[in-house]
């Protein structure tokens, strides 16, 4: 069986220790993280956000110890700077016209671009690489995994308050993105051949300059032999992190194992998925998604059930199953959104809310 290695960036808010509030002061962070960790530590648009990566882990017990590792990293080199590390998909309570934009000419570009489109964009996501054995193949499953991206977006909610408000979704951190181009469920795409014809257009029409500027919820990597899962929000806990992360390999691999057979799973229109992504946005673990094949509305909590008896004769074989069942702990504690909107409903403090988040995001190390 082809391995399906893992890699795992998340991206998180950089906090001043005193009022909770975004900083803009990412340089500090990167400048000593550069040192110790090099290419696993990255800059981002706003300066008051970091990135950091993993290296390709072969299971997801590497994953645990390295997104582990990174987050005990970046929370000490805050820590000496006198600031703090959050995971959520947006912050709580700051503006994102308050924010700085960092100097680059690959930013400015796309500030030149998209104005305050970009400038607004201050939020913050978890990608998840899954190898593919060749691109035709990873074709084959992206085509059919769009399906489950709404399953796999609601369990990691975790984006509810924005600029002081309480939004009303699990997740407004989507309906922030969905103002740029090229993002959301991608379509369906028959062959490489008509991938790549449709990405040299938008090449040759100054569209975009190179592939990396499509922002789907999924996408082949431009540059890896991966599929790379965007539509997450950043979550709370490195628990969540591997219970996602452990479904979306099961959900390759298993995928990969029907192709093989000549096994075919239905594939939907993206218009149908689309129903499915905003009930997941608005309503997280709490929504009714749609069942297209019966046509009929089912509760979160009966589908993952469905998910994983589908997934569970690849589960054992990837060693993964403790990180799956996780899901059952998440669909009881409830999500980062959950979560949050809880401590908001005991506190009526925004700020009580952002400190949790801290103290989440270290929960586990």
């Known amino acids: 069986m082809h391995k399906f290695t893992l890699g795992i960036e998340e991206e998180f808010q950089v906090l001043d220790s005193d009022t909770y509030r975004l900083r803009s002061q990412m340089s500090k962070i990167i400048d000593d993280g550069k040192v110790l960790l090099q290419e696993r530590i990255k800059e981002e648009m706003h300066q008051s956000m970091v990135e950091m990566g993993t290296n390709i882990c072969e299971n997801i017990h590497q994953v645990r110890d390295e997104v582990s590792y990174l987050r005990q990293q970046v929370i000490k080199l805050a820590d000496d700077e006198g600031l703090k590390v959050a995971a959520a998909g947006t912050h709580p309570f700051s503006k994102w016209d308050q924010q700085l934009i960092t100097p680059n000419p690959r930013y400015d570009a796309i500030i030149q671009e998209m104005a305050d489109v970009a400038r607004g964009n201050l939020i913050f996501g978890?990608?998840?690489?899954?190898?593919?054995?060749?691109?035709?193949?990873?074709?084959?499953?992206?085509?059919?995994?769009?399906?489950?991206?709404?399953?796999?977006?609601?369990?990691?909610?975790?984006?509810?308050?924005?600029?002081?408000?309480?939004?009303?979704?699990?997740?407004?951190?989507?309906?922030?993105?969905?103002?740029?181009?090229?993002?959301?469920?991608p379509p369906f795409f028959a062959s490489v051949a008509e991938y790549d014809k449709f990405v040299d257009i938008l090449v040759k029409t100054n569209c975009l300059d190179n592939s990396k500027k499509i922002w789907w919820d999924i996408r082949l990597h431009p540059f890896y032999p991966t599929i790379e899962f965007r539509i997450c929000d950043v979550v709370m806990t490195v628990d969540e992190v591997t219970c996602i992360a452990a479904l979306m390999q099961c959900l390759v691999a298993k995928l990969y194992k029907m192709n093989r057979k000549n096994q075919n799973f239905k594939n939907y229109r993206r218009l149908l998925l689309n129903e499915n992504k905003w009930r997941a946005a608005r309503w997280g673990i709490e929504s009714k998604l749609i069942?297209?094949?019966?046509?009929?509305?089912?509760?979160?909590?009966?589908?993952?059930?469905?998910?994983?008896?589908?997934?569970?004769?690849?589960?054992?074989?990837?060693?993964?199953?403790?990180?799956?069942?996780?899901?059952?702990?998440?669909?009881?504690?409830?999500?980062?959104?959950?979560?949050?909107?809880?401590?908001?409903?005991?506190?009526?403090?925004?700020?009580?809310?952002?400190?949790?988040?801290?103290?989440?995001?270290?929960?586990?190390?």
């Open 291 to 365: 069942d297209f094949g019966k046509e009929e509305e089912v509760p979160f909590a009966k589908l993952m059930s469905e998910l994983l008896e589908f997934i569970d004769d690849v589960v054992d074989e990837l060693g993964c199953r403790s990180e799956v069942n996780y899901v059952y702990q998440i669909l009881e504690a409830g999500t980062g959104a959950d979560r949050q909107l809880q401590v908001f409903n005991e506190t009526n403090d925004l700020v009580e809310v952002t400190k949790y988040i801290v103290d989440q995001t270290r929960k586990g190390l």
């Open 126 to 185: 978890m990608h998840v690489h899954v190898g593919i054995p060749s691109r035709e193949e990873g074709l084959e499953i992206l085509n059919t995994v769009r399906y489950f991206l709404p399953h796999l977006y609601a369990l990691s909610t975790n984006s509810p308050f924005w600029e002081g408000r309480n939004t009303g979704f699990k997740s407004y951190r989507s309906k922030v993105f969905d103002k740029f181009p090229r993002t959301g469920i």
